[in-house]
């Protein structure tokens, strides 16, 4: 028997059944783009788990790149400017 079967067989009722596996990949699938705008109905479990890697990946890069965008206007903008921005973003 496998380990991975024995953890899941001991840790009793926190067991995640195949259906609420097939759930939340299906959940997955429908917030990740480049798998809902693919025209395959059928898309694998192991293939919607390395879009949301991968997209998670790209949003963090979204997020570095806007944050370096921000830094850099906040440098060229007044300091008053500066502050009012800064006090909005803390909200």
């Not at 380990?3 to 596996?21: E, L, P």
């Not at 429908?30 to 991968?54: I, M, W």
């Not at 906040?74 to 008053?80: K, Q, V, W």
């Amino acid at each position: 028997m496998s380990s991975r079967r024995s953890r899941s067989r001991q840790s009793g009722s926190s067991r995640i059944t195949d259906d609420q596996i097939y759930d939340l990949v299906s959940k997955l699938q429908q917030l990740l783009p480049e798998v809902r705008n693919s025209h395959s109905d059928k898309v694998s479990a192991a293939k919607v788990l390395q879009e949301t890697c991968n997209y998670i990946r790209s949003l963090h890069r979204e997020v570095d790149d806007l944050s370096e965008r921000l830094s850099e206007l906040l440098a060229t903008t007044d300091s008053a400017q500066a502050a009012i921005i800064r006090s909005l973003l803390r909200q």
